[in-house]
């Protein structure tokens, strides 16, 4: 592994990415085996059985570890797994907060099938950290937030509630899926643990599925190893050449995302058909000044408001250039109506409580021409 000293871009390329020593061929082999020849009884050359460990899977839970600046990188075959193995560090009768606006699939694992094992949660609008101090019981064994949120693109203080968290002996996990950790540093911001879909900006090409969890403490990583073990729910070989072949163009990419995404979200906040933008790089974004110094960039997410369901399947129809499809962080655009995709599983009441309406779209702004994505919004928007 290279030195913390090493930029960004350099790490991205090289660390957990030595040429192989066997051929030196400078790409991780993507190692397709399902055991290994041991050297005797408890003998092994460092892997026995590929649900365990595997050469290319060590190799992007190294990368991903040193990006963040955590210890370790547990990588699982999708983000919900990621989630999902991050929740068995609980015991029945622990209490979670997380986050009232976090992507929908959360809320579904969280509202729906963990509860079942005796383990409460409390849901607190967490861009103001007050919330979470009021929230917080002798139960509480976890804190879980997103920011920027899915999709209202709403900031949490990462310091602050990190601060609020440890003062009470309390973990935290950041969801930094749609910063990367190229734009964001939640633990050396106070996180204890870092988690993403990989399936987003981390490959960047969505062909491949993944989750993450980075931890910067040997009890976590000591439990997200063991539950890897056990449950199985792990990142194949494929799919982890796949995320370091996309990490390597991750710093080229998220400039190239966050130029454009600044340039089209100027551009919607201007259209008369469109009623208001959700984008931290806005200075109308409520918490403009807390994303100028949490986050290095502000990326290509954007959530905007064009008044009512009707009026945004004719836009979502209406693309040509863009595509209308779920998931983000490819270099192409994907635009998508939150309520009946990412949020599909929230009832209707608490999506209108928090904000997300019939008339919200989401754009993942990609690293087309910007000429041609403003161009294809414009004919579209013209069709409402």
């Known amino acids: 592994m290279n030195t913390p000293q090493h930029g960004f871009a350099t790490r991205a390329i090289h660390d957990g990415q030595a ?3 066997r051929t030196g061929a400078v790409n991780v082999p993507i190692y397709l085996t399902s055991t290994y020849e041991l050297q005797g009884i408890e003998k092994h050359r460092g892997w026995e059985y590929s649900r365990v460990s595997n050469p290319t899977r060590d190799a992007v839970e190294t990368s991903l570890a040193s990006l963040e ?3 370790t990188g547990h990588a699982f075959a999708s983000g919900m797994a990621a989630i999902a193995a991050l929740v068995t560090m609980l015991n029945t009768g622990d209490h979670v907060i997380c986050g009232d606006n976090v992507y929908g699939g959360t809320t579904r694992l969280f509202t729906q099938v963990i509860p079942r094992h005796g383990i409460e949660f409390s849901f ?3 861009s103001n950290p007050e919330n979470v101090c009021r929230a917080i019981r002798p139960a509480t064994k976890l804190v879980h937030i997103e920011t920027p949120t899915n999709p209202l693109m709403t900031l949490t203080d990462i310091r602050a509630v990190a601060n609020i968290c ?3 002996g309390v973990p935290m996990s950041v969801d930094n899926t749609f910063m990367s950790p190229y734009f964001q540093h939640p633990i050396e911001l106070g ?3 870092v988690m993403h879909s990989t399936t987003k900006f981390l490959n ?3 062909d491949g599925l993944g989750g993450i969890l980075v931890a910067s403490k040997p009890e976590h990583a000591e439990t997200f190893r063991f539950v890897q073990k ?5 990142l194949s070989p494929f799919e982890s050449w796949l995320i370091l072949r996309g990490v390597k163009t991750l710093a080229v990419r998220m400039r190239q995302h966050d130029e454009n995404g600044r340039q089209v979200a100027a551009y919607l906040a201007k259209h008369p058909k469109v009623q208001y933008v959700l984008y931290p790089g806005l200075e109308t974004h409520p918490q403009h000044e807390l994303a100028k110094r949490q986050m290095s960039g502000f990326g290509s997410m954007i959530a905007f408001e064009v008044g009512t369901r009707a009026n945004a399947d004719k836009l979502l ?14 270099v192409e655009s994907l635009i998508s109506h939150s309520a009946t995709t990412t949020h599909a599983a929230v009832p209707a009441e608490e999506r209108k409580r928090i904000g997300i309406t019939e008339g919200l779209v989401r754009i993942s702004v990609g690293i087309e021409d910007v000429a041609d994505i403003l161009g294809d919004l414009d004919q579209a928007l013209a069709k409402i």
């Open 19 to 21: 040429p192989d020593p």
């Open 69 to 71: 600046g955590g210890t």
């Open 124 to 126: 607190v609008d967490t």
């Open 166 to 168: 440890h003062e009470h």
């Open 191 to 193: 996180a204890d643990i």
């Open 204 to 206: 960047g090409h969505s």
């Open 230 to 234: 056990c449950t199985g729910g792990i």
């Open 317 to 330: 129809q209406g693309v040509r250039v863009i595509t209308n499809g779920e998931s983000l962080g490819g």
